[in-house]
Every structure is written in C-alpha cells, then in structure tokens.
C-alpha cells in the first residue's frame, strides 16, 4: 500500500509570492492534517480535515489555507510568503476518527522563501 | 494548554548502551500518547503508543509506559543500535476530536556511535 505521497519534495519562492503544496494521503484514509517544522519552533499543527470539512485548526496567521477535496487528497496555500515561512511542510493521514488513531506522515515539502 | 517537554538533546550512546529518553505532559482530561521517530530526510514514523494510564507501548526493542501520577511517557531501549540514531519525539492528542491534532515536545536526537 502506497504512503502518504507530498509534492513537490523542495521549493524555492521569494517574498510576497504564494505557494500550494499538495498531499495524496494512504488510500481509504479520510483525515489528513498539516504541520510545520522549523529548528526553532519545532512541530506545530496548522489544521486538519476530515470529509473535506476542516475539523482543527492551530494558531497560524491567514495566510495559511487549506482545503480537502472529495478523494481525500489535500492541498494548503500559503500567501504572501515572509521569510519565517520557510520550514518542512508535512502531511499525515489517519484511517479512524478517534483520537487514538495513529498518523501516518509524509515525507514533506520543504520551502525555501528567499 | 496541553504541552510536552522531552529531555534535550543530543544524546549519544555506544553501541548496546541503555537508552532512556525523558518525556513529560501536560493536559486536561485523558490523552493519548505517542513516540514518533524521524530519520534523515525522512517524515515521522510512529514508533509506539499508549491510549489509557500504565498501559505499555511496545515497538522493535522500545518501550514506554503510560504513568498518569507522574505525568510521564519515557521511552526506552535496553540495547541501542547504529541504525536507532534518529530523532525522537513525544506526542499527545487528546479529545475525540482532535484526531489529527497532535501536540509535540521539542524532539531529542539520539547518536549511537560504534
């Protein structure tokens, strides 16, 4: 069985310029969630889908958007890039709606914001 | 708010050595608790879980009880090797619905050496 599957693996953008990053999850998973990963920051939440309704959503700015379509795969935007947004970008997918149900994650995309 | 707080690192060990890593939580009602390890250029795997308080996880060699009166979740390993050299980091959620949103704790970078 497929894991989760994130594209691009690496991008480069500048200042101001918006971004998508897409997340295919494991095949029959129905909640996908995104975090970020910075050294200084660590892992932090950014939101969570299930059935394409966002479900959570963590403590980032606006700019930060996502969306779950109807085959389960994900994509999150982010606009207006800023330099502190460059980070690991990961996804994960759970089988179970339960707050006990293990993630499956992504390898990631990282982003460079020059 | 819920939090977790892992012992820093780096932590490097000889090959066979005993391993703990130190991993302490704070939340409100009852959560579940994770270690998820991650390798070079790699997303995060799950490595172990506990759901319910002196429940043991158990995962290749790593171990890790669920102590509700401490607050705790340690991991350890009675004979770590070369290929254990990753980093490690402890996880909650908590709540049915917080699925997908796991909280994370700083991460420790285990180094075994030969």
Redesign the interface.
């Known amino acids: 069985k497929a894991g989760?599957t994130q594209t691009p693996r690496y991008l480069i953008k500048t200042r101001g310029q918006q971004v998508t990053l897409s997340c295919s999850p494991i095949s029959g998973h129905r909640?996908?969630?995104w975090?970020q990963q910075t050294p200084g920051q660590?892992?932090q939440?950014l939101f969570?889908y299930?059935s394409e309704t966002q479900?959570?959503k963590?403590n980032f700015p606006g700019r930060f958007s996502g969306r779950q379509f109807s085959n389960s795969r994900s994509e999150m935007n982010v606009s207006t890039l800023e330099l502190g947004d460059s980070a690991l970008y990961?996804c994960?997918s759970?089988l179970?709606?339960?707050?006990?149900?293990?993630?499956?994650?992504?390898?990631?995309t990282r982003l460079t914001v020059t | 708010g819920d939090s977790v707080t892992q012992m820093e690192g780096p932590v490097t060990l000889s090959e066979e050595a005993f391993l703990t890593i130190n991993c302490t939580y704070t939340a409100t009602g009852y959560?579940?608790l994770?270690w998820?390890v991650q390798y070079p250029?790699?997303?995060?795997?799950?490595l172990l879980?506990a759901?319910k308080a002196d429940d043991k996880g158990s995962n290749k060699g790593f171990e890790a009880t669920y102590r509700k009166e401490t607050t705790s979740f340690h991991l350890e390993k009675g004979s770590v090797q070369v290929s254990d050299s990753a980093v490690y980091?402890c996880a909650l959620?908590?709540?049915?619905?917080?699925?997908?949103?796991?909280?994370?704790?700083?991460?420790t970078t285990l180094q075994v050496k030969p």
């Open positions: 989760v909640s996908v969630s975090y660590g892992l939440f969570e299930f479900r959570n963590g990961l994960a759970s179970e709606n339960r707050a006990n149900s293990p993630l499956h994650f992504g390898n990631g | 959560p579940s994770f998820y250029g790699e997303g995060l795997q799950l879980k759901t980091f959620t908590s709540g049915s619905s917080n699925t997908g949103k796991l909280i994370f704790g700083q991460g």
